[in-house]
């Protein structure tokens, strides 16, 4: 059985209920807030850890031109290699029944002795069978593919071929394929023979012995194996060595879930200003009865026990409620992350440690917020406890405003009131601003990444790209594009994969060279420092100032040995280009084509004198038909609008979950405001009912309420203005760890500032209506008596 | 002779005020007997309230000794003074001070969940017990905000009676009843005194002193009629 004092503070919560409801609500959000992402972030943690090491990744990958039995055999034999095994990849193009895909092919001899880059079977057959297709788990939504579909396989002009798709598989060490826009399809090596595919394989897959090695470490044994199998008289195309034991985009999705993490922190500690404020509402309408009790015999140290259990109460009731909104919406959130990732946490429980961590912080803070007004309020003395008659008029009020002769006397009385309780004001205003600022912050930065995708596109002077299935005649592509109707200007350009070497070992991962021809027209970046191709005559390369920062061996002046096809040539930095957050190199098509030995081109783009998207789609018909008609295999088109708002978007969505964060800003703030003005009505009860006593109407006493209310949201909303910058820059930083590098604006954004002022306000007019509501039943006597 | 229950000696109390020091007692010398009932009259803003508070040990004097019981008051330190006051002394306030959220009963029970003095399963009964001897048992899982104010006033002194405490203070116990309410008061009182309660009223009710066994007069902070006179 509870004794007495327990049950007066259990009672003491029911009489207040809205107060305690307000408290309550926010904790909760608090903790829905934090406690999802910590959940998402459990989960993911463990699953990527756990299914990325299941899968056994490769060490390192070395991209030959055919691998054979005894090759792999002195592969494994080599110091430091566990084992090695090969596989034939191969772009293609795929017809499901939602249109033509680009596709990667993968081919094993044998599927069930995987020993690197496990796949896991999923739904239907797997390994893949003769005339059987296995669809890779992140292409299948892309694809608009299903079991049972049939899809037809194409390599370049070779034959077709049908495939049946019988099962989806997950590789969790692909970039996921929907990112990629590629159709990732596990298929029989006499399929890929079927559609004219060179037999053998063509990639070596090896795993290091020691899973502790560090990158550079395994750099060195993947020189070993370049190295043999350039002894057996192979052509190496490229090595990459990914970061061992990390997917390529945990980093990204770590960097989400931290800030994410951070501000439902941010969200749960604000939270505790409520708890502030409804223990100090609660001591300041029980400051007698402490006085009593004091009297009766209780010590200052029963009575604060008394209070902090109570707020030990009021986090004990919003984890009951939070903590398994927080794991379902944890889980939501952890699935469509997976989702990105090619990742599945269906299989995988939020830890009890995530659980027992939610239960810890969202009990004791309310504890520890509360801690303050307790300590000070069980410290009154049973003799001021008993004379005591309520708010006094402590703290002083702004000059400004004592002084004014420009407004009413009730609304000067509202704005003194506001004034009279310094810390608590501070607390609320601190909750408002900060909501106002993450606000701002996530305006500022949608604002910056649509710069950076401004920024991105402003170098290309094309509407529309068409990628070629294989290489063809530069000059003669762009002469059939040219003439034709709508067309404005067309160009050809090509494009290889290059790794940088040193001493002739290829050292990086493979990167992309784009090769426009030496004079375009058509790719004009913003040259930082040197210059743009001067002639067609030399290996000269221009890159974006991110290559540069990435890797100083690019800077300016300084000459480069890069491995292209196998082939190796030295190329000199002649220019660095603003090309904003994404690494780019640029060489001139024709030194290209003198080093890789190939005068094709890959890809054409148009600039269209041509407006809307259905006009331009209709061009792009014609382009692929007419180039189709002259023998030319258009694999993929595109629109640079649709591709600026698929980037865009993509970016925006990432920014969006950081701008989600605001809300729950917003609305702690409004509650801690709203709790703000209860306590006020509370505390000024009989000063309410003088003024009811000397004739102020219920439009007066509302029109205090609602004032005191927003001066507090104007004040709040001119402190958020400066704190929006730090704010921006936090947020942005956040998402060049996420996504890509920002340029944050330093001004807060104009009209954004004038929509938190409307937000602020409505808020303000919202968290005190009820208040005010309560202000306006206080009779006279009732208030007198009080 | 026994030893007295209550010793003042010297007992000043000054308050600091923006017009200047406002003596509330001035030096006054008192003694009480256990099992007396002793009115404390005087005029608003004569001292009586800050007597009943130095005897509490809610207030600490500006100069002099308070020993109630043995124990000098006026040298406890805070914590001592309120474990002190749990245990020896009953305090009846004017305005009942009852916990609105508790039951009239558990109001009671509350002094010894603080103190600790009774164990858990005989609390209650033994705060019905009270509340019985006062006439209010058949009140005691009711909220105060339902019982009348003398009803209010019977279970304030049985909260106040919760401990069993050397002495029972009550200041202006009559001042917020009814004359009939306050003649049953001042009954209820006069009877535990002759259980062997001791009893120190402050009062402006000049009627009370036909119950008490001594009256002393305050004005202006100094006992004006000597203790003396009455006891003879």
Known sequence: ?786 | MTKPLIVLRGVSREFPTAAGTFTALADVDLTIDRGEFVVVVGQSGSGKSTLLALLAGIDRPTRGEVIVDDTAVHALSERQVSAWRGGAVGIVFQFFQLLPTLTACENVMLPMDFTGTWPVRERRERALALMGRLGVADQADKLPSTLSGGQQQRVAVARAMANAPSVLLADEPTGNLDSRNAESMLDLLAGLVQDGQTVVMATHDHGAQRFATRTIALADGRIVAPAALVHA
């Open chain 1, 1 to 786: 059985m509870l004794s007495p004092r327990w049950r007066k503070v259990l009672r003491d919560l029911w009489l207040h209920k809205a107060r305690t409801g307000l408290a309550i609500s926010a904790i909760c959000i608090g903790i829905i807030g934090a406690g999802a992402v910590l959940d998402a972030w459990s989960l993911l943690r463990r699953a990527t850890r756990e299914e990325f090491d299941a899968s056994r990744p490769a060490s390192a990958v070395i991209r030959t031109d055919s691998v054979d039995a005894a090759l792999l055999a002195r592969i494994r034999a080599l110091p430091g290699i566990a084992t090695a095994q090969s596989r034939h990849v191969v772009s293609a193009r795929v017809r499901t029944p939602a249109g033509v895909q680009t596709a990667l092919l993968i081919a094993r001899d044998d599927f069930a002795a995987n020993e690197i880059g496990v796949v896991k079977p999923g739904d239907g057959a797997w390994p893949p069978s003769q005339g059987h297709a296995v669809v890779e788990h992140s292409s299948v939504e892309f694809a608009g593919v299903a079991i049972g579909d049939s899809v037809e396989l194409q390599i370049g002009d070779g034959p077709a071929a049908m495939s049946r798709v019988s099962g989806i598989a997950r590789d969790v060490g692909l970039a996921p394929g929907w990112m990629e826009h590629v159709v990732y399809i596990f298929v029989s090596p006499a399929d890929l023979a079927r559609i004219g595919a060179t037999s053998g394989m063509n990639e070596i897959q090896v795993a290091v012995a020691d899973r502790s090695l560090g990158r550079t470490e395994i750099q060195a044994i993947a020189r070993d194996v370049r190295a043999l199998v350039e002894r057996t008289g192979r052509r190496v195309s490229s090595v990459d060595v990914p970061i061992p034991g990390r997917h390529i985009h945990a980093g990204q999705i770590d960097s989400l879930l931290y800030t994410q993490g951070a501000f439902g922190l941010l969200a749960l500690v604000l939270s505790g200003v409520l708890v502030v404020n409804l223990i100090a509402a609660m001591l300041t309408g029980q400051v007698r009865e402490i006085g009593v009790m004091k009297a009766i015999g209780a010590g200052a140290g029963q009575i604060a026990a008394m209070y902090l259990g109570l707020a030990f109460s009021l986090g004990i009731v919003a984890c009951a409620i939070s903590i398994p909104l927080a794991a379902v919406f944890g889980r939501m959130y952890a699935e469509f992350t997976a989702g990105i990732l090619n990742f599945d946490v269906s299989a995988y429980r939020i830890p009890v440690w995530a659980f027992a961590l939610q239960l810890a912080v969202g009990a004791l803070l309310p504890v520890v917020a509360a801690l303050f007004p307790v300590v000070r309020g069980c410290r009154i003395s049973v003799n001021d406890a008993l004379r005591d008659f309520g708010i006094s008029g402590r703290g002083e009020t702004p000059r400004l405003i004592v002084g004014g002769r420009i407004f009413t006397r009730p609304v000067l009385l509202s704005l003194r009131n506001a004034f009279r309780r310094r810390a608590r004001m501070a607390l609320t205003l601190a909750t408002l601003a900060i909501g106002g600022a993450v606000y701002l912050g996530a305006l500022n930065l949608r604002g910056a990444v649509i710069g950076a995708v401004d920024l991105l596109f402003a170098p290309q002077q094309f509407d529309m790209v068409f990628r070629l299935a294989h290489p063809a005649p530069a000059e003669s592509i762009a002469a059939v594009v040219t003439p034709m109707a709508g067309v404005s200007a067309a160009e050809s350009w090509a494009g290889a994969r290059a790794a940088l070497a040193t001493d002739g070992a290829p050292l990086g991962n493979s990167f992309t060279i784009t090769a426009p021809p030496a004079g375009t027209r058509m790719l004009v970046p913003r040259i930082l420092t040197g210059h743009w191709f001067t002639s067609a005559g030399n290996n000269e390369l221009v890159v974006s100032n991110r290559v540069v920062d990435d890797d100083s061996a690019f800077a300016l002046g300084r000459t480069v040995a890069l491995v292209i096809d196998g082939r190796s040539a030295t190329w000199t930095i002649v220019g660095v280009a603003d090309g904003g957050p994404m690494p780019v190199t640029y060489a001139s098509r024709e030194a290209l084509a003198r080093v890789t030995g190939s005068t094709g081109a890959t890809t054409i783009v148009v600039a269209t004198g041509v407006a809307g998207q259905a006009a331009e789609l209709a061009l792009v018909r014609r382009v692929r038909s007419e180039l189709a008609d002259r023998g030319f295999d258009v694999s993929s088109s595109q629109l640079m609008a649709e591709q600026r708002a698929v980037i865009q978007d993509h970016l925006l969505m990432v920014a969006g979950f950081l701008g989600n964060m605001s809300l729950l800003m917003i609305v702690v703030g409004g509650l801690g405001l709203a709790s703000t003005m209860s306590l006020a009505v509370l505390e000024r009860t009989r000063e309410i009912g003088v003024l009811r006593a000397i004739g102020a109407r219920h439009r007066t006493i509302l029109g205090m309420i609602q004032v005191e209310g927003l001066v507090i949201a104007i004040l709040s909303w001119l402190i958020a203005i400066p704190l929006s910058l730090p704010m921006s820059i936090a947020l942005g930083n956040a998402f060049g760890r996420v996504m890509l590098e920002v340029p944050v604006h330093l001004l807060p954004d104009g009209p954004g500032v004038l929509r938190w002022f409307t937000v602020v306000v409505l808020l303000s007019v919202v968290a005190c209506a009820w208040p005010a509501w309560r202000a306006m039943r206080i009779t006279t006597s009732s208030a007198l008596a009080a």
